[in-house]
């Protein structure tokens, strides 16, 4: 099946900082998603971002679909920022959100 | 504003038990999952289901039944609680977008 890496599983910020979250993906996808899990574990939807660009206030983020990878960019990291961030992706011959290990960011004040 | 809602986001329960985790979406989304959350092993899915009456096992439906009678409700089912099902329960339903409750985390004693 295909395969969901993020890169870096780790990552340690002061307040203001700005970070990339890198989702590479083994095979052609039709949906990737990018999630927050808060600290209480509730999953926040981010983007839906199959392919190109979006932005939302301090975040924003880069499919290229046929590069297989996308990019989450955090600017002027918050204490709120803090959490795991998920990539999820469904491929062409599954119907389920196959998710990545996730990056856990903690954002120091 | 999109939402699924679960039950409860606590409860307690004795092995043994018969639990039942009930989720209700308002997006007239077809598809829903279950899934459980455990440290250092991610999302697993439980059972998923297409439309009303439908059911499909995830990667680990053991010990867990579902009930779909309606479309925006998708219960899931413990039929005798057992420690190793203590965990974070996670709901969600999905068009293009999936979108997660806000989890219930079930401790099973």
């Known amino acids: 099946g295909i395969q969901v890496e993020q890169s870096p599983p780790d990552l340690i910020l002061q307040e203001g900082a700005n970070s990339t979250l890198r989702c590479n993906f083994s095979d052609s996808v039709n949906n990737l998603q990018w999630f927050h899990q808060n600290p209480w574990g509730q999953l926040i939807n981010l983007f839906y971002?199959?392919?190109g660009t979006k932005q939302n206030g301090r975040l924003s983020a880069t499919t290229v679909a046929t590069e297989r990878y996308s990019l989450l960019y955090i600017s002027s990291s918050q204490t709120t920022d803090s959490g795991v961030y998920f990539c999820a992706v469904i491929s062409y011959n599954t119907d389920k959100l196959i998710f990545g290990t996730g990056t856990r960011l903690q954002v120091f004040p | 504003d999109v939402k699924v809602t679960q039950s409860s986001r606590y409860l307690v329960k004795r092995t043994g038990e018969k639990v039942f985790l009930e989720c209700v979406q308002d997006m007239d989304h077809e598809n829903m999952f279950w899934y459980r959350q455990d440290p250092g092993l991610g999302l697993r899915l439980i059972y998923f289901s297409y439309d009303v009456k439908m059911k499909e096992k995830g990667d680990i439906p053991e010990g867990y039944s579902v009930s779909r009678e309606k479309k925006e409700r998708f219960s899931l089912i413990l039929e005798s609680a057992s420690t190793n099902q203590t965990s974070m329960y996670l709901c969600a339903s999905r068009g293009f977008e999936q979108f997660f409750g806000p989890g219930t985390r079930l401790t099973v004693l």
């Open positions: 971002i199959p392919s």
